[in-house]
Structure formats: C-alpha cells, structure tokens
C-alpha cells in the first residue's frame, strides 16, 4: 500500500513538474518540443487548435492506440498521466503570473530542459509512464522487435525536424538544446540516490580485513580468487560495496590493519540485493 501511494504522489509531481516546464517555458516564447507537446504544436500551428487542446487530443489518441494494441493491463498503467499531464498543462497555462517569467529564450530553454527532464525522470523512476509519446516506441518494440529509447529519439527528432520546416534556425537550435537538457536530467534522476562505492581490498591480511567490514562498517562483503601478478602468489581480494560517506572510515580502517594494503575504489551507479534492495541479514542467520 505505502509502494503504490509513493507511485501515485511521484507520478503527481512528476507530472506536474513536466507540465510546468512546456506550460511556461516552452509554449510562451514559442520554443519547439519533442514529445506530446511537439504534437500539440504542430497541431497548432497547422490547424489552429490550442496547445492545451492539442495536448488533450493527441493524448487521448494515443492512448486508444496503445489500448487496441497493448491490450487493458497496458492501458491502466499509463492512464493515469494520459489524464494528470493535460490537466496541469491547462491549469499553468492559465495562471497569470506564471505566463510572462521571462521572454530570454535561452533561459526559457534550460529551464523548459530541466524542469522537462526532472518531471519524467521522476514519473518512470517509480515504474510510472508519461504516457504520451512513449507509446509507439512501445508498440513498435512488440510488434517489430525496435528498441523502445532509439525508437523515443527518432520520435522526438522527426517532431522537431517538422516544427524546423516553419521555425527559424533559433528556434531549432534552442529545440535541440531542450530535448538534450530534458535526456540529460532524466538520466541523472533515474540513477539519483542509487550511486555506491565499490571498493577491493588486495592484502595478505584479507581476514582481519573482512571481519572488520562486517563488523565495524556493516556491510557484506565477497571473497574473489585472485593471483599476484608479480610473485604469484594465490591471494583473495576482499570486494565490498559500501555508501559514499562511508569510504573515508573505511580507508582509514584497512590502513589501521595494513598499512601497505592495495584499495581500489569505484563508483557505481546501482546496486541490487541484501542490504540494498533487500533488508539486511543478521550474522546469526546467516548458515
């Protein structure tokens, strides 16, 4: 129950968030956008139809589309910000002191950037979807076998390639530009909170050094056969995975039991299993 109500408010503000970010910095100083906004301006500009309007109707299609295809199950996950993302694009589009923040292109472009880029981060970083433009990609991937995010950017890039045919080379220039902020910060989001330090310990005391992982730093640790390359001689390195702030104490604590010991330390990006994505583990328990 906790897991799904997480989903439901980081969806909200995902969603809010990426709205905020076409509703005030995209539409008003007339920047062009991949996505579901990209369609709804080019609607715009082809057709007449409001922005708000477009974003609704294209919305709406492509969720039917991916219903028929997909099939029910798909259609509720993504139904909630086929509904949420319209509603708020609308709703800040219509405040007035949020209308006119600045008319500095290049400013409304980093903004739209990362605002963008945090709002569907956060969305797809629980499991959500924005629904939207995410779609075909996915259709295409179970029908023809196309990779979903080479599918995205040649979605995006065909958008912006067709609003290029009316735009000015600014224009173009500051589209590229969101669409790049928007994927960088997505990455950065999606592995935000995740990063550890992977650290391996080479040292003829590897014992007191592995005992003193579990006991004093509380983290597991793992035993890999390994060969010294000078004497050969056959030697375990100690490889533990610990949280950034920890690596410092850790250091200091092998110098304590080998002055001499070979640390290597690296950082990585996600971590999986007992003591990250699942609860610890007594040593009592252990067997």
């Known amino acids: 129950m906790e897991k799904k109500v997480k989903m439901i408010l980081f969806m909200l503000l995902g969603n809010a968030i990426l709205a905020l970010g076409t509703a005030i910095f995209v539409v008003p100083n007339g920047l062009i956008s991949g996505g579901v906004t990209g369609v709804a301006l080019i609607l715009q500009h082809f057709f007449g139809i409001s922005v708000d309007i477009g974003?609704?109707?294209?919305?709406?299609?492509?969720?039917?589309?991916?219903?028929?295809?997909?099939g029910k199950a798909f259609a509720a996950t993504i139904i909630f910000s086929t509904v949420v993302y319209p509603t708020f694009f609308a709703l800040f589009g219509k405040i007035p002191f949020l209308m006119n923040l600045t008319d500095d292109k290049l400013m409304a472009a980093i903004y739209a950037g990362l605002l963008m880029g945090a709002g569907i981060g956060l969305v797809i970083k629980v499991g959500g979807s924005t629904g939207g433009m995410d779609i075909p990609p996915i259709i295409l991937n179970k029908l023809f076998g196309l990779s979903i995010p080479v599918m995205i950017y040649v979605g995006d890039t065909a958008l912006l390639l067709i609003q290029a045919l009316y735009s000015s080379t600014e224009q173009v220039l500051y589209g590229i530009l969101v669409v790049l902020l928007t994927s960088i910060v997505m990455d950065k989001i999606l592995i935000m909170g995740q990063k550890q330090t992977q650290v391996m310990v080479v040292s003829p005391k590897y014992e007191e050094i592995n005992q003193m992982i579990h006991q004093k730093i509380d983290r597991g640790s793992t035993l890999i056969h390994a060969m010294t390359g000078l004497k050969k001689t056959e030697q375990p390195v100690v490889m533990t995975v610990i949280s950034n702030r920890q690596l410092s104490v850790l250091n200091d604590l092998i110098l304590q039991i080998d002055p001499q010991a070979f640390v290597v330390a690296n950082e990585i990006n996600e971590v999986k299993g007992r003591g990250f994505t699942l609860s610890k583990q007594a040593i009592k328990d252990v067997k």
């Open 55 to 70: 974003v609704y109707v294209a919305d709406v299609v492509l969720f039917i589309l991916g219903a028929l295809v997909m």
